[in-house]
């Protein structure tokens, strides 16, 4: 891999692999791999995937969470959420190292459908290490860090931020505030990257280098974006912190994307 995310052809690489995981979370991960396969037969799961810091190998013991992605022979039912949800309490309440557990759930249907061929496809080819079963990535394509995957896959800011606004508007506590801040503040980091994704040509994760990168494009507006990266590791309360997100940076940068890359395809 080159310190641009490409293999040696020019496509992003997986960025993941059970090899990097840290002594600390190997335990976790094997865990999670037999308590997924007791709590989805196979004729629900086709396969399971991790994701995030900790197939990445820079998770930090009792601050990055466990996330997984389940791909299922069908649409995810009422029953599959609740299993899910019961295997997240599990690993949470048995892993001090990990702070939280979160889990996806999709078909395989929508996983390789044409709509989410530059969204989830991409995800899960490029984003997720596999733990077992069939990896749907022999079955997507490889992708380049193109205008294409900017849009489809951060091409909705100006959906999530009346979303975003409403929910400030009705939490009453700081951790409410912090979980907030938090999701925001990844989001906006990440579209602010896959904005200039294309132009930098190559792609990654890490939020830090993800500000720099968007910085060295957007100078007038890299003070903020460092901030919603120092944010996204360590999230705040602070009104003013998510008032800059929300009605200041998220908007110009939803305005910037659209007029760049268009917006992402609808979803209903």
């Given at each position: 891999m080159t310190d641009k995310?490409?293999?040696a052809d020019g496509f992003i690489a997986r960025e993941g692999s059970l090899?990097?995981?840290?002594?600390?979370?190997v335990a976790v991960v094997d865990v999670a791999r037999e308590q997924i396969a007791a709590a989805f037969d196979r004729t629900r799961l086709h396969?399971?995937?991790l994701c995030g810091s900790i197939p990445r190998g820079t998770a930090i013991p009792a601050v990055s969470d466990l996330d997984l992605v389940l791909a299922l022979h069908h649409d995810?039912?009422?029953t599959d959420r609740a299993d899910a949800d019961a295997l997240e309490a599990m690993l949470d309440a048995s892993f001090s190292q990990v702070n939280g557990v979160g889990t996806l759930l999709f078909s395989t249907d929508t996983l390789l459908s044409d709509l989410e061929r530059h969204d989830l496809g991409w995800f899960v080819a490029c984003l997720c290490t596999p733990l077992f079963g069939d990896d749907l990535a022999a079955r997507l394509p490889r992708y380049r860090p193109t205008s294409l995957?900017?849009?489809?896959t951060n091409g909705d800011l100006d959906l999530m931020?009346?979303?975003?606004?409403?929910r400030a508007v009705t939490i009453s506590s700081d951790t409410e505030r912090r979980a907030l801040t938090r999701v925001v503040s990844r989001r906006i980091v990440r579209t602010g990257f896959t904005l200039v994704m294309p132009r930098w040509g190559g792609w990654t994760s890490?939020?830090?280098h993800s500000a720099e990168i968007f910085a060295g494009h957007y100078p007038q507006r890299a003070a903020q974006m460092r901030l919603a990266a120092a944010t996204a590791r360590t999230p705040t309360a602070d009104a003013g912190t998510i008032s800059m997100l929300i009605d200041n940076l998220?908007?110009?940068?939803a305005t910037e994307y659209t007029a760049v890359h268009g917006h992402k395809t609808s979803r209903t």
């Open positions: 995310g490409l293999d090899s990097r995981v840290q002594k600390e979370f396969s399971a995937y995810p039912t009422t995957r900017a849009r489809e931020l009346p979303q975003w606004r409403k890490d939020l830090a998220g908007p110009w940068l």
